[in-house]
């Protein structure tokens, strides 16, 4: 496999449950991010790690837990989730966790909480 | 609060036009600029970025910067249906930060 990819593609859940988002990068880097994307809006950072060390939470609800066991995986838990959560979960890769560092993505989950 | 605007569009051209795609962003000390593809159901890919002021050319595409007019845009050369996506403009301020990113342009091109 090459690139960023993404398991599971799609995923339904109700409230009460409790899933993992995977996320594995073939490409060497050194930095790992998730976005959400809703509806009309921008791409929402939720998480970054660089060099498994996560270096930017924004303000996101802890019913999203992420992890970072080494620097070509990524995981998302998610637990008692809200229909509003409900979205494109995207998983990116880069180099470092710089500005000019090109980020890729992967395909996404996109998720369904009912 | 670090902001990155876009023109939602949608932005419609004839096959053959050239599209341009604008972005504008709030902080001036942004140093990086990246446009992403967006087709329906996928995930953005990169299709180019840009560091200093003017222009970059890279096949029919062209990005170009005025950070004193904190603008950046991109234009599509001899557009074609497959160019129909979203463009995602995304801005980098200094190292240690993530890229914000705007909501995108629809563009459509009709054949």
């Known amino acids: 496999e090459t690139g960023v990819t993404q398991t599971p593609r799609h995923l339904v859940m109700g409230m009460t449950n409790k899933k993992s988002l995977k996320c594995e990068q073939h490409?060497?880097?050194?930095?790992m991010y998730w976005y959400k994307q809703s509806a009309k809006k921008p791409l929402e950072l939720m998480f970054v790690?660089?060099?498994?060390?996560?270096?930017e939470n924004n303000s996101v609800p802890s019913r999203f837990s992420p992890e970072c066991p080494n620097s070509s995986h990524l995981f998302l838990h998610l637990h008692t989730l809200q229909p509003e959560d409900s979205a494109l979960y995207l998983c990116?890769?880069?180099?470092?966790?710089?500005?000019?560092?090109?980020?890729?993505f992967g395909p996404g989950t996109r998720l369904t909480v009912l | 609060q670090k902001e990155v605007e876009q023109n939602s569009g949608p932005l419609s051209v004839p096959e053959g036009a050239i599209a341009s795609l604008n972005c504008t962003y709030s902080?001036?000390?942004?140093?990086?600029f990246f446009w992403y593809r967006q087709y329906s159901g996928k995930s953005p890919e990169l299709i180019m970025f840009i560091y200093s002021n003017g222009d970059k050319e890279d096949g029919r595409f062209t990005a170009q910067l005025n950070k004193a007019s904190q603008y950046v845009s991109l234009l599509i050369r001899d557009s074609q249906p497959s160019d129909s996506a979203t463009y995602l403009c995304?801005?980098?301020?200094?190292?240690?930060?993530?890229?914000?990113f705007g909501k995108g342009t629809t563009l459509s091109v009709s054949s």
């Open positions: 990116a890769s880069s180099q470092d966790h710089g500005s000019t560092d090109t980020q890729y």
């Open positions: 490409l060497g880097h050194n930095a």
């Open positions: 790690y660089s060099l498994e060390e996560r270096v």
């Open positions: 995304a801005v980098g301020h200094q190292a240690g930060t993530a890229l914000i």
């Open positions: 902080d001036r000390g942004s140093q990086s």
